[in-house]
């Protein structure tokens, strides 16, 4: 059997400043009644001038070494999935990787928005797979509040910053254990329905998050129920091989509708969103650290990734864990 890439350890990193739904409620005209409803969130942490995407990346990598008991040495590449760099160059990955002290070896930035972690876990997934590297850090970090209109009530209530990450290494051991398959997709003619008003070439700044979201919500139904019904197809497995399902954490009524699809309890899908809001690319592993740490995933439990986000991009990952 060919070898697999495991999920080694997680780890995360959360900004110390937390905006609850009260706050936001004397800033623009909502409430924490509406964002409770509407999203499931209830508040976000939001990230200081000292806590750039990279600092938040470097946290959370060092976290996940820290729990796989790993030095510098051990790790052969980064990959950070991020939508917010620090700058435009050089990449968030090569920050890491210069301030954990790694040895030379690849390092970059992936950019699918949302559903970048999944993007991220998916090609160093293959270079594994292809000897490229033997234990590759694949990190989501987002600093959101950089590209929110605090005006804006319908954007500004949904998103949050912060990071998470895994060391993805290689498995011999004929155990199951592994990722099992991954699907990544994106469909440009989207586009338009969430994106940033400005860009480097463009305009010269970040710009700010538009998004028509009740249009995002239905096409986030849609594919999601359509990409959770490939990954079972594909792996011929049922609904309920699957121990965990870990939702990009966008709106809470998404991930209670991918979960009926599923016909799948809500005690078996990790929810976060609560406490930190949208948290682009930094969603899936931030959710999948929380529930590790506390103890509800375990070694060998069936578990499924799957995101949305701008472009619109869509994206899935089924592993054992
Ligand atoms: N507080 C109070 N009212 C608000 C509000 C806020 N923060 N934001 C919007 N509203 C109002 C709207 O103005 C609208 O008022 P109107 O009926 O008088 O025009 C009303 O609430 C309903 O707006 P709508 O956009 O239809 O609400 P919704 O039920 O679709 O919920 C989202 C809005 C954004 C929560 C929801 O569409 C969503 O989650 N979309 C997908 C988001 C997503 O997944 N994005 C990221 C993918 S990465």
Redesign the pocket.
């Known amino acids: 059997m060919a070898a697999r890439s495991v999920i080694r350890s997680t780890g995360s990193y959360l900004p110390q400043r937390i905006l609850t739904n009260d706050e936001l409620a004397k800033q623009v005209?909502?409430?924490d009644e509406?964002?409770t409803q509407?999203?499931g969130i209830r508040a976000r942490h939001i990230a200081g001038d000292g806590e750039p995407t990279s600092f938040m990346a470097t946290e959370a990598a060092r976290r996940a070494l820290e729990a796989a008991n790993c030095g510098a040495a051990d790790i052969d590449g980064v990959i950070v999935a991020t939508t917010t760099p620090d700058r435009s160059f050089p990449s968030v990955a090569v920050q890491v990787q210069s301030a954990l002290k790694l040895k030379p070896g690849p390092a970059f930035d992936v950019q699918a928005?949302?559903s970048g972690f999944v993007y991220a876990l998916s090609v160093a997934n293959s270079m594994i797979q292809t000897n490229m590297a033997r234990r590759i850090l694949v990190i989501g970090a987002e600093k959101m509040s950089s590209l929110i209109d605090w005006n804006d009530?319908?954007t500004c209530?949904?998103f949050g910053d912060g990071a998470g990450a895994v060391i993805l290494e290689r498995h011999e051991d004929d155990d199951g254990r592994g990722i099992l398959s991954t699907h990544l997709y994106a469909n440009g003619d989207l586009r338009d329905l969430?994106y940033t008003d400005g860009g480097t070439c463009t305009t010269g700044t970040a710009g700010h998050i538009v998004?028509h979201?009740?249009e995002?919500?239905k096409n986030?139904v849609t594919y999601m129920a359509e990409i959770v019904e490939e990954v079972l197809d594909k792996n011929h497995i049922d609904a309920n091989a699957i121990d965990w399902l870990v939702p990009?954490q966008?709106?809470l009524r998404?991930i209670t509708s991918t979960a009926e699809k599923l016909n799948l309890p809500m005690d078996r899908v990790v929810v976060t969103l609560d406490r930190h809001g949208?948290t682009?690319a930094a969603s899936i592993p931030l959710a999948l650290d929380h529930a590790v740490r506390c103890g509800d995933i375990q070694r060998g439990q069936m578990v499924l990734f799957e995101a949305?986000?701008?472009g619109l991009t869509w994206a899935a990952a089924l592993l054992r864990f």
Do not use: E
């Open positions: 005209d909502t409430s509406w964002i509407r999203t928005v949302c009530r319908t209530v949904l969430l998004m979201g009740r995002v919500f986030a990009h966008a709106n998404i949208n682009s949305l986000g701008g």
